[in-house]
């Protein structure tokens, strides 16, 4: 298998004993390797970077690298103050040195620790989930608050940046087979309509930047549900992984897109529509735990636009679905044919609830 032929290539002890599917990525394939060795085993995640959407794959390296061996640092050194043991995984280097593998077919891979004991979920559980989910990426705000930005690399251009998202929508709406993806529903006509009355307004957080009033930091990109794990012991959270988007941007996209995820119990994948909802315990348990732990570095303008955020990165995602769905499902992995325009459906959903509880949300992130 190439997989194992390729975990063998990374500086690892011991002989690869089993590889296996890991997690539900909807960019990248993912996989858990046991090695052994005559005495013990470890586990190590090892990945196939999708270079279809990340085309910077060294660059994409080099970003992990720096924040991750920054974040050890910190946390090491604030480890005797801490509550809990707070991780982060370390990229593991190849045999010749470098932090990835490139394979016959030109494919990159690179192999991380796994974070052992303990699990992430793809759906929220309870209010005291979601606080660890907050706390965990309001700590990591926290440890990567002292490093300048302009030291990463954009590896991903455009990213988060909504209006953006309109051309790839436009031009796949121009062609033939996007026509008949659009008018072959009622739903996707839906979809659109929705898009549609919000286009003026999607260019709020890009606005704001373009006035100083925002201005960019190293974001971790996509701290949704699944990309925090919990310790099995404690319950508590320990680490955020999926580091693949880590790069200069604004917090307000990963305040937005944690909430977004954290805050619809019912998950990205719903069938029954009537349980997604944005949920205001939920919402109010993660920036309790955001705060507590991000240790205070929000600007006045910074909260100005904590409302905006919510609403936009759901926004956003239903937008990015959409367009792909209409693009025939050129980015975001599918199992099912129209799975992306269900997922879009889903965050339109989402959206709309979070617009009809402005007012209590707001109410809540004030605390922040
Ligand atoms: C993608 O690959 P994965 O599942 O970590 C996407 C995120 C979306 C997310 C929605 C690079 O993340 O932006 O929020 O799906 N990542 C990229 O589940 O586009
Ligand atoms: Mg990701």
Redesign the pocket.
Known sequence: MLSAMIAQMFNIDGRVFSVEPL??????DTYIVIFRTVFSEQRIVLQRI?TN??QKPVELMENIHNVTRHVHKVYEREQDEADRIWQLPLVIPAKDGKDYVIDENGNYWRAITQIASAQSYEKIKNAEHAHEIGAVLGHFHHAVADMDCTKLHDT?PG??ITPGYFATLDNALQTKAGQARLHGSKVAENVLQFINQRREWSSVLEDAKARGELVPRIIH??P?T??VMIDNVTGKGTSII?L??VKPGLIHYDIG?CL??CCNPAG?DANDFTQIVFDLDLCSALIEGYKEHSQGFLTDNDRKYLYDCVRL?TYE?AL??FADYIAGDV???VRHEGQNLH?ARVQVQLCRSIEARENQIRKILALL
């Open positions: 997690g539900h990525g909807n960019v990248n999708n959407v990340f991903l990213f988060h990109g996509d949704k699944a990309n999926d693949d988007t897109d977004r995820s990205e990165i995602l990015r679905f980015y975001f992995k997922r």
